[in-house]
């Protein structure tokens, strides 16, 4: 552990050395596994401005697991063929007739054709995304699309190009939701989830179009550029290969996808925590049927029965809902409304640039401000505020107005839709994701087409009047009321959901937004308290024992980590790498103190819990001081900056006579003598110069006697400051447990045990970090 065990490190050098013979003979890959769990833990929420990981290392994180980039090839290649096909077909379909009238209605009738079996059978894709295997399910839709797109120019039939797209459109809302719910198990961790979507985003609407696109504007060019005759192709020659190859692109994605990704076929690869309410109502719906028992009538009725269960889930819909009836407004009024501040096509152009630049700076923000605001919070405030900003828009006089407002809808917009992905991909249990996603995609299509297609009927309802405003002509038409209704609707319908999601009813609202607005944020709401004591001091039991009497009042608890464990993990470093100076051994447990900041500590104070840490700095700094002999000015700056300079709310000093740790060391044949009297003198003095924050108990007596006195001493010192403390109780005592002074409490009902890292284990270990239960 960092401090106080470095020499007893030295001495497990051995021992480490075999356990870790023993763990890779068990498991070739836990050392490889292992070490990319760590080197990815700093994506982990909590951490400060300085110490937040960036977005291209975020990225490349999630790209270096070969599943997923395996994965993300495929869907490059899916959606450049999706957006060739929309131009290819549009541009052959021109070609099969001269009637003009029906090249107009080409672009239409290729848009439509696809997106229509999204308002049909996405549910269907859900359906089968959760009861057969997702892998066979993406094969047979991209081999279906295959198929039915190089029929098209064999048949050579307008009529048949359009009942194809229409199928193979099916087909792709048959593989669409296979792939989202598959995307989270092809991850390490949970919090990766986020990453992978923008990641998915930004290939499908950003460099799929570009390519695709480009590769149109290559094939279609290839005569003028070369000088080749018109003659040498024929007539449909040049649009018939375009569509031959869109169709092989998807035959690549069925041959890659049966040959290089296995992994799409696993299941619940990260179960949702049992504390999560969407986990336990997955466990309810899977007591009313096993899915694989079950026909496709009764998954229906089971997923209705889910979401109406489940308040996260119902939340996520209402939410969406009210999100996508407001763009479809926005969509449907963008022409008319630009007409009315006066500067025709040109202000049409700024606001949708306006917009999508605003979507895009939306998606790009989003994990930063989850670092600050949970998931559930961020999703509901997201809608609110974009009503607010739809409402600013319906309500400018002027074209300066509307871009800033109209930039903040759809950065508003962008960030609840990829909140809304995330949480459907890390917090519904896999079971139930399929249809979820598929819900909330066929959701999107319905509203918007149907929002877009009654906006213009609303418009004409109203007659346009001219006003002056600030010595401008403004035209008030049917365009403000609509958009006016839509931000008033996004709004209501955002705060309804906030309700329905919010996990953190007793925390306000207000603090994590002011929070969000600081350059360096400040920890959310919750609260460390630090034991600490000399080398002779059982810190760790007292540690578990005060978070298992903190644990009656209202808020969660989280004994931060297992220090024989952490004691563990130093020997390992230090034997690993042959340290034997004290300086090295230093920063090698600086490293294991900055890990379990990041890891556990951080997430936990930005949930809001109290957190219990044993010997977390001071400790560790006087034991370096007195026994190694370093610097105490440079063993601070370091502790400053592998702890990011947090600091305890509240340090508890176990005062105890060194002598009796002289005795023990005796016993124990380690060295004691005045080491231990160098290291007490340290910590008193450090505690007298913060008497704000530093409570000192006596630690002489029985381990009952020390428990019930801590808990004493940091209920005085908390009294009124802390909401949910706990006002009575007392320590678990041995009585009580049946166990051994030296042994703390078992975990709870609803808890899961703190075991500390193992060698191999790629779980995120972040979620031990929340095992405290509220009561």
């Known amino acids: 552990m960092w401090g ?37 833990r700093q994506v982990n929420a909590g951490a400060s401005a300085h110490h937040e990981m960036s977005t291209t290392r975020r990225a490349r994180s999630v790209l270096g697991i070969r599943p997923f980039r395996r994965l993300w090839a495929v869907t490059y290649l899916c959606s450049v063929a999706d957006w060739l096909a929309m131009l290819g077909l549009t541009g052959l379909v021109t070609k099969y007739t001269d009637d003009y009238l029906l090249q107009n209605f080409a672009f239409v009738g290729v848009v439509l054709t696809q997106l229509l079996p999204g308002l049909l059978f996405a549910p269907l894709g859900g359906l089968l995304a959760d009861r057969f295997d997702r892998r066979k399910v993406m094969i047979c839709a991209d081999l279906a699309r295959f198929a039915l797109l190089f029929s098209i120019p064999i048949v050579g039939s307008p009529i048949w190009l359009f009942v194809a797209n229409f199928m193979a459109g099916s087909a792709a809302m048959m593989w669409i939701p296979s792939k989202d719910a598959a995307v989270p198990n092809l991850l390490r961790r949970p919090d990766q989830v986020e990453t992978a979507n923008q990641l998915g985003l930004f290939m499908t609407y950003g460099l799929a179009v570009v390519s695709g696109a480009g590769l149109y504007s290559v094939l ?70 096993a899915e694989d028992q079950v026909g496709f009538i009764a998954m229906v009725r089971q997923s209705f029965s889910y979401i109406r269960r489940t308040k996260l889930v119902r939340g996520l819909l209402i939410g969406m809902m009210g999100a996508f009836a407001a763009g479809g407004a926005v969509i449907g009024a963008a022409k008319p409304y630009s007409s009315s501040l006066g500067g025709g096509d040109a202000s049409f152009g700024l606001l949708f640039v306006a917009v999508f630049v605003g979507a895009a700076t939306g998606l790009a923000m989003v994990p930063k401000l989850a670092r600050r605001l949970p998931h559930d919070r961020l999703f509901g405030v997201g809608i609110v505020l974009a009503g607010m900003a739809l409402i600013v828009v319906a309500l400018s006089p002027h074209l300066a107005v509307s871009l800033v407002a109209a930039a903040a809808v759809g950065a508003c917009a962008g960030a609840g839709f990829l909140t809304g992905v995330t949480i459907i991909g890390s917090q519904i249990d896999d079971a139930m994701r399929g249809r979820i996603n598929a819900i909330y995609q066929s959701l ?85 308290i630090a034991l600490e004591g000399t080398a002779a001091t059982d810190t760790g039991t007292q540690a578990g024992r005060l978070a298992d009497a903190l644990r009656t009042g209202e808020r969660d608890v989280v004994l931060a980590t297992d220090p024989a464990l952490d004691d563990e993990r130093l020997q390992g470093i230090v034997s690993g790498a042959s340290l034997s100076s004290a300086r090295a051994q230093a920063l090698a447990a600086a490293a294991v103190r900055a890990d379990i900041v990041e890891r556990d500590i951080r997430p936990a104070l930005d949930s809001g819990a109290i957190v219990v840490m044993e010997r977390f700095v001071d400790s560790p700094l006087a034991h370096l001081a ?11 700056g370091l502790a400053d900056w592998a702890t990011a300079r947090l600091r305890p709310d509240l340090a508890v000093l176990l005062d105890t006579d060194p002598a009796a740790g002289d005795a023990e060391g005796g016993a124990n044949g380690t060295s004691a003598g005045p080491q231990h009297w160098r290291v007490q003198q340290l910590l008193t003095e450090m505690a007298s110069a913060d008497p704000q924050h530093y409570v000192v108990v006596d630690a002489d007596g029985s381990p009952d006697e020390v428990a019930g006195r801590i808990h004493t001493a940091v209920q005085c010192a908390l009294a009124g400051k802390v909401p949910g403390l706990s006002k009575r109780g007392r320590p678990k005592t041995d009585r009580d447990s049946g166990a051994p002074a030296d042994d703390t409490a078992g975990p709870r009902d609803g808890e899961t045990e703190d075991t500390g890292p193992r060698d191999g284990d790629t779980r995120e270990a972040g979620e031990r970090a929340t095992q405290g239960t509220a009561p």
């Open 220 to 289: 279609t060019g290839v005569q003028t550029t070369l000088g080749i005759s018109p003659d040498a192709f024929g007539e449909f020659g040049i649009a018939n290969a375009v569509v031959f190859i869109n169709a092989l692109l998807y035959l690549a994605s069925a041959i890659l996808i049966a040959t290089r990704i296995p992994e799409l076929s696993l299941r619940n690869v990260h179960p949702v925590p049992e504390s999560t309410a969407a986990s336990r109502d997955a466990a309810a719906s899977d007591d009313e049927a």
């Open 4 to 40: 106080g065990h470095i020499s007893e490190a030295a001495r497990g050098t051995q021992n480490a050395d075999t356990r870790d013979e023993r763990a890779a003979a068990a498991d070739p890959t836990a050392r490889d596994a292992s070490g990319d769990a760590q080197a990815a």
């Open 626 to 636: 007195a026994v190694a002999g370093l610097d105490s000015s440079e063993l601070e």
């Open 444 to 528: 999107l299509k319905i509203i918007i087409f149907g929002s877009t297609a009654m906006v213009p009927v609303l418009i004409g309802l109203v007659q346009p009047h001219k006003v002056t405003v600030w010595g401008n002509e403004l035209i008030i038409d049917g365009t403000r009321p609509v958009l006016l209704g839509g931000g008033l609707l996004a709004a209501l319908v955002g705060v309804i959901a906030y309700r329905q999601m919010d996990s953190r009813r007793t925390e306000p609202i207000l603090a994590d937004l002011r929070n969000i607005m600081r350059r360096r944020p400040r920890r959310m709401n919750g609260l460390l």
